[in-house]
């Protein structure tokens, strides 16, 4: 029995109540659909809870901030929304996927006289959304298309719009026999995956790209937190590809990737190793713990200009 994302039984959350999840449909003159307006969230349950809930909430409001739109939804309102969706689908584990999208009132460029809506739509997931673990680790290569420096595009949002180079690399990767493509900044450095953020290891230090215009991973967080907790120096820093050569031991990581140790990344080698190994077992119990939904290390996201002066 293969059902399409469209076609399934259950529930989603649309601007304020619970739908059959066959009828939770769009216009195809929506602003979204042509202008990239909508920013998103992927979340996870385990044991019937969102793994920092309160945090992929709050980046949500952040990401439409960044789009210079406000969601009619305050933070605590969307917490409950995912809690009151996720239990009428009765999910013990799965995936979750919030959206907001600006309407179809209107169309053109302008997205002025358009009404924001939202939508929280969980499913069971068998395997990860992403890239999934493999022995020996996934094989990575390097992605053409960069990630966009601040005066381009408003990298640090979660937006449907900065994901279309995303896709393209994500595919090409796929299509040339890799599980994934790494990207640069705009400057060069390294930045993420298509759809995770990336750490190596050095000298028994953890080295991680410092967030510049690209996502800030709530997972990021959680292993720079588990990482620090057993005492580990954590690097926050500018990574250079040439220091691809000097890693003993690279994964990525998001909230639908876990941790998922590389194995190459094209023509370097690495092993999986002790310490991607050690933050494997510590986060999948992290994410089990009972107050997981809270912000746990994710307590602010960058705020765009105009809504700190407010
Ligand atoms: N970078 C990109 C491009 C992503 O899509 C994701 C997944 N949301 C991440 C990083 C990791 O973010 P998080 O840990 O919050 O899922």
Redesign the pocket.
């Known amino acids: 029995m293969s059902l399409t994302m469209a076609d399934r039984d259950g529930w989603i959350w649309c601007d304020g109540e619970l739908v059959p999840w066959r009828s939770a449909n769009m216009h195809v003159l929506t602003h979204a659909l042509h202008y990239g307006s909508a920013v998103f969230e992927?979340e996870r349950v385990y044991e019937g809870r969102v793994f920092r809930l309160a945090a992929h909430s709050a980046r949500l409001i952040n990401s439409a901030r960044l789009l210079d739109y406000d969601l009619p939804w305050t933070r605590e309102q969307i917490d409950e929304a995912t809690r009151a969706v996720v239990k009428a689908n009765a999910l013990a584990s799965g995936y979750v996927r919030p959206i907001a999208w600006r309407g179809s009132e209107v169309m053109g460029v302008s997205a002025i006289g358009t009404t924001v809506h939202l939508a929280i739509a969980p499913w069971a997931q068998e395997g990860r959304l992403s890239v999934q673990p493999k022995p020996g680790g996934i094989k990575v290569t390097m992605a053409g298309y960069r990630r966009p420096s601040p005066e381009v595009a408003p990298g640090g949002a979660?937006a449907a719009g900065l994901y279309i180079i995303?896709g393209i690399e994500k595919d090409r990767a796929l299509n040339a026999g890799f599980d994934d493509a790494l990207m640069l900044d705009w400057q060069g450095r390294l930045a993420?995956s298509?759809?995770?953020?990336v750490f190596l290891t050095m000298g028994g230090r953890l080295v991680t790209p410092k967030v510049e215009n690209?996502?800030d991973?709530?997972?990021?967080r959680a292993v720079i937190g588990m990482a620090r907790k057993r005492g580990w120096t954590v690097e926050e820093r500018a990574v250079m590809p040439c220091e691809l050569d000097d890693a003993a031991e690279i994964f990525l990581?998001?909230?639908?990737a876990e941790i998922v140790p590389v194995g190459a990344i094209d023509t370097h080698r690495y092993q999986v190793g002790p310490m991607s190994g050690t933050l494997m077992a510590d986060y999948a119990e992290l994410v089990r713990q009972p107050d997981c939904e809270g912000f746990g290390e994710s307590g602010h996201f960058a705020q765009p200009a105009s809504a700190k002066a407010a």
């Open positions: 992927g979660k995303c993420e298509t759809g995770a953020n690209f996502l991973g709530i997972t990021r990581c998001g909230t639908a």
